[in-house]
């Protein structure tokens, strides 16, 4: 019989108990050459067997087939085969988990060689939840996923597993990616503060030397503070690396200087660095946001406004926040009073603004909610915290490099003096 014809009948008697899939297992392990030497011929082996219940077969001849390169019309092909195993495979996957991911990985491959990632948006979101321990793991499809997120415009569906709470994580870079891209689609969303909270865990988390994502996202970390806080600055948390505090500046120069520009106040003057540095900007894909910033400065002399005047008119507006005009001033008025980010009313008739105080009471139904939400959220947190300390206080390796660390700082070899005279 051909050895490919046998395989695909032991894939077909070996998929029903767990020791026969152990068996399998093993089987499948010692076939894989013969896999990779015969790649055009799975395609066929592959409508033999059914991905729901032949789930470790199905994936160990697929991903020998997609190893090999493949060309736009074979993708058109594949892809379909791909989306329909991930749909219907079982737990069998989890006893090879680093073929699982690589299948992943390469349909998100092909559809970008389609310049079609929208296609791989859907599968990619089904792989990552089978993959998954716990909502609590990080696994490397988050960051596929979120990509291909970002390039098809899919910013909401990008958001559902940003509200996860990531505790585990396997490799750094996963960590880096899923910040850097869940940061991105914030900013597209006009979700800032969440999305300086991402890039923020980018900038702040351990790291030997500087990488790339690292100086990426301190550009967009520049860029958000602004919009959000209307401030930033150069200096890093304590438990930041010692890599990122002394180097993330230099390799940041015109966002700096931007920021700093910024503070100053002057409309005019941060135009003028923009147009000047207008290139460096786009050339980092970051002119859109850098237009944003100006933006926001406005909106922050308009809110400072609110700060002095309880009315004004919008041609004071106007010259007091350097606009071109009244119905410039109208029109920011009115995008800031639909954000939230002022309370106020405007009179057309006389074109006057009134200033008005926070109507939030605190008092509703809706609010009460919101806020014993966050404190269930804070407590669960804090239970997370505590069991994560306890567990690494027992943790062998912690134990022996503290045990070390106390002997090159033993305090019973320095003389100190129980009492002080004063």
Do not use: W
Request: charged share 20%; aromatic share 8%.
């Amino acid at each position: 019989m051909d050895p490919l014809e046998a395989l695909v009948a032991q894939i077909q008697g070996l998929s029903s108990t767990s020791s026969d899939v152990n068996r399998l297992h093993s089987i499948l392990k010692q076939a894989e050459e013969s896999l990779r030497s015969q790649s055009t011929r799975l395609p066929q082996l592959l409508t033999q067997l059914d991905p729901s219940i032949h789930s470790l077969g199905f994936l160990y001849i697929l991903e020998a087939y997609m190893t090999s390169p493949i060309t736009k019309t074979q993708a058109e092909t594949a892809i379909p085969i791909v989306t329909r195993f991930i749909g219907a495979c079982s737990d069998q996957i989890r006893l090879a988990p680093e073929r699982f991911l690589s299948v992943c990985k390469r349909l998100k491959d092909q559809v970008m060689l389609l310049e079609a990632p929208i296609r791989g948006v859907a599968p990619l979101f089904i792989a990552l939840r089978k993959v998954q321990v716990s909502a609590e793991h990080l696994t490397p499809l988050h960051s596929e996923f979120l990509l291909l997120c970002l390039l098809s415009k899919c910013y909401k569906t990008g958001l559902s597993i940003l509200d996860d709470d990531v505790f585990e994580v396997n490799h750094p870079r996963d960590l880096f990616l899923y910040c850097y891209y869940g940061g991105m689609i914030c900013i597209g969303m006009k979700r800032f503060q969440k999305a300086l909270d991402l890039l923020h865990n980018v900038v702040t988390a351990p790291m030997s030397v500087i990488n790339a994502i690292a100086v990426e996202a301190y550009k967009k970390y520049i860029l958000v503070s602004l919009i959000r806080n209307g401030q930033f600055s150069t200096s890093l948390p304590k438990y930041s690396s010692s890599a990122a505090q002394r180097n993330l500046k230099n390799f940041c120069q015109p966002y700096v200087e931007l920021a700093n520009t910024y503070g100053n106040g002057k409309i005019a003057e941060l135009e003028a660095f923009v147009k000047t540095n207008a290139e460096k900007f786009e050339s980092d894909n970051n002119l859109g946001l850098v237009k944003q910033v100006v933006s926001s400065m406005y909106k922050r002399n308009i809110q400072r406004l609110t700060q002095t005047y309880l009315t004004l008119s919008l041609q004071d507006i106007a010259n007091t926040v350097q606009l071109n005009s009244p119905k410039e001033a109208e029109m920011h008025v009115l995008q800031m009073i639909q954000d939230g980010e002022i309370y106020a009313t405007i009179n057309q008739k006389d074109g006057m603004v009134r200033f008005l105080e926070d109507p939030e009471q605190y008092k509703t139904c809706e609010m009460i909610e919101h806020i014993d939400s966050s404190i269930q959220r804070i407590m669960a947190l804090s239970r997370k915290l505590t069991a994560m300390d306890e567990q690494i206080s027992c943790d062998q390796l912690y134990l022996s490099k503290a045990g070390r660390e106390r002997q090159r700082y033993d305090f019973d070899d320095f003389d100190v003096p129980q009492k002080f005279n004063i």
